[in-house]
């Protein structure tokens, strides 16, 4: 099995609790999520017409596309009403004050 690699993408402190952000690693755009102290991390492009997940609606560990309200869980990627839908989602760790995502 492969190692996993880490990309360093934030700070902690442009990410605190209850927010989102986007970000680019390896040329791709990551959506992150601060929900109480821990962070994840999925793909930003919305799995339905591309929609930008890390400026959609994030209630809970729900986050809905603002293009047209799919939505996905941050934690699993997987789509809230089409089990079979889902987007990818990114191990992440802090360094210090740094916010990974693997790879």
Same mark, same amino acid.
């Given at each position: 099995? $492969? +190692?996993?690699e880490f =990309?360093?993408?934030a700070?902690? %402190?442009?990410?605190?609790?209850g =927010?989102q952000?986007v970000?680019h $690693?390896?040329?791709r +755009?990551? $959506?992150?999520?601060n929900?109480?102290g &821990?962070?994840? $991390?999925?793909?930003n ?5 591309g929609?930008?997940l890390?400026?959609?609606l994030? +209630?809970?560990k ?8 799919? %939505?996905?869980?941050? &934690?699993?990627g997987k ?6 839908a %889902?987007?990818?989602?990114? &191990?992440?760790?802090l %360094?210090?004050s740094r916010?990974q995502?693997?790879w």
């Amino acid at each position: 099995m $492969a +190692e996993i690699e880490f =990309s360093d993408v934030a700070d902690v %402190s442009e990410l605190p609790p209850g =927010s989102q952000m986007v970000v680019h $690693a390896r040329g791709r +755009e990551i $959506a992150l999520f601060n929900i109480e102290g &821990q962070v994840y $991390a999925i793909d930003n492009i919305c799995f339905h017409r591309g929609g930008p997940l890390g400026e959609g609606l994030l +209630e809970g560990k729900v986050v809905t596309c603002p293009w047209h309200d799919w %939505s996905f869980d941050v &934690q699993t990627g997987k789509c809230t009403f089409s089990p079979n839908a %889902s987007v990818d989602t990114f &191990q992440v760790r802090l %360094s210090g004050s740094r916010i990974q995502v693997g790879w």
